[in-house]
Nanobody, 123 residues
Framework: VQLQASGGGLVQPGSSLRVSCEMS????????MGWFRQAPRKEREFVAY????????YYGKSVEGRFAVEKDNAKNTVYLQMNSLESEDTAIYYC?????????????????WGQGTLVTVSS
């Protein structure tokens, strides 16, 4: 099973961007799907996760109210919609997949990781 993240780029503060994570060799409908980010010289930070059913999503405090995660089972893809972007959102964004764990706010709960996509917010 592999994850391929895409959609990163350079955007201005206040704008929006959507990044994608496509799964191959497996089904996103069988996993909790998470997003994390890592800025230069910082630890990997939890951004959001969406449950197996896709009915519920949870967010880190720094992005709550601005970001939204959703699953498209038909496309076997998970999206992270990012609005009102700030310079502090600049990071490499990683998608991850996990199951049979209990706390998906932590890196250790995910078995599969994508390669990351760079988001730069700058004027």
């Amino acid at each position: 099973v592999q994850l391929q993240a895409s959609g990163g780029g350079l955007v201005q503060p206040g704008s929006s961007l959507r990044v994608s994570c496509e799964m191959s060799g497996g089904s996103v409908s069988s996993y909790v799907m998470g997003w994390f980010r890592q800025a230069p010289r910082k630890e990997r930070e939890f951004v959001a996760y969406i449950t197996v059913s896709g009915d519920s999503a949870y967010y880190g405090k720094s992005v709550e109210g601005r970001f939204a995660v959703e699953k498209d089972n038909a496309k076997n893809t998970v999206y992270l919609q990012m609005n009102s972007l700030e310079s502090e959102d600049t990071a490499i964004y990683y998608c991850a997949a996990g199951r049979n764990n209990y706390n998906y706010y932590y890196v250790q709960s995910y078995e599969l990781w994508g390669q990351g996509t760079l988001v730069t917010v700058s004027s």
